[in-house]
């Protein structure tokens, strides 16, 4: 008996997980419009679940900050903010930097070659990558840098934090000129070989800060993204 309620419960937090990745990237992609309520019924018949899962994975992205939840009237897609957009860099910067200090001291030098070959085969071109593909390539580079920090929590910080802003790099991306960002990327991780922790944290700094003008631009562009399409096939029918 006991081992059937054990399978009972493995099978539901297996539902719980799957609804809640695929939400989660329907709220990063802004699938769901900025701002807009969110139909529980619907979702559930299209996600082919029950409400129980469903709710349980809605009040999750709401606490991590992808959703929000107003008492009375249900779950919304968050808004496209510039200031939250800014506080988020404004805290990439900060756990980054704090982690490559921590880096300096614990990073094995096996892994640090390996992410300065991870930057020789993924190149300074973007070639035929997509600006998703780009920003993928991209976090996976900030991410195998503070794993040498051996910092889980931090890790897990800046994980949320890249899929809160994805959406506005995405847009972001096409005015980067990758070849500068790649060198970045080389001296950031050429001074952590160094063990200079100076030269880590100037290039650091300068790589992560985005001025709230330019995440502005970015906004505006992907609200033209997200609701000009609709308005042009309204206006040919």
Known sequence: MQLMMSNVELASDSIVDRVYEQLKAMAVSYEFKPGERLNEGELAKRLGVSRTPLREALNRLNTEGFLRFTPGKG????????????????????????????????????????????????????????????????????????????????????????????????????????????AEHRAVVEGLKARNEEACVSVLEKHIDRRLDRITSAIKEGYAQIYMPAAARAATN
Not at 88 to 111: C, G, M, N, P, T
Not at 159 to 173: G, L, P, Q, S, T
Request: aromatic letters at 8%.
């Open 75 to 182: 779950f919304f897609c968050r808004e496209l903010d510039a200031h939250e957009i800014f506080d988020l860099y404004e805290l990439r910067k900060s756990i980054e930097v704090a982690s490559v200090r921590l880096a300096i001291k614990r990073a094995k030098d096996e892994d640090i070659d390996g992410l300065l070959k991870f930057l020789e085969a993924t190149g300074p071109d973007p070639g035929e990558r997509s600006s998703v593909e780009l920003v993928e390539l991209d976090e996976t580079f900030h991410e195998r840098l503070m794993a040498m920090s051996n910092n889980a929590e931090m890790l897990r910080v800046l994980r949320n934090v890249n899929a809160r802003i994805r959406f506005v790099r995405w847009i972001d991306m096409d005015s980067i000129n990758r070849s500068n960002t790649q």
